[in-house]
């Protein structure tokens, strides 16, 4: 199974260099912007083996997020 990872930024472009970076790597990387649409994808289309966060954003900072996260979904690593 192909492990899956959640990047999340407010800035669409960071989102794309994740994309090309990793690819060709063996994992599904999907993107978010934002904390809101982070916590919608991990409870919607979860679980994810890593989510990958933007500490800097908008509403939820990474940490808020990822503070989250781990409650709903405790297997995550973040």
């Known amino acids: ?3 899956r990872i959640l990047c ?6 960071i989102l794309q260099a994740y ?12 993107s978010v ?3 809101e649409a982070a916590l919608a994808a991990v409870n919607n289309h979860g679980p ?4 990958v966060a933007d500490m ?3 509403g939820l900072s990474g940490a808020e997020l990822l503070a989250k996260i781990k ?3 405790p297997d995550t690593c973040g």
């Not at 994810?48 to 989510?51: D, G, R, S």
């Open 19 to 30: 994309q090309r970076a990793l690819r060709k790597k063996h994992f599904q990387i999907e």
């Open 56 to 58: 800097r954003m908008p």
């Open 33 to 35: 912007l934002g904390g």
């Open 8 to 13: 999340v930024d407010d800035d669409p472009n």
């Open 48 to 51: 994810y083996a890593v989510v």
């Open 71 to 73: 409650q709903c979904a």
């Open 1 to 3: 199974m192909i492990d």
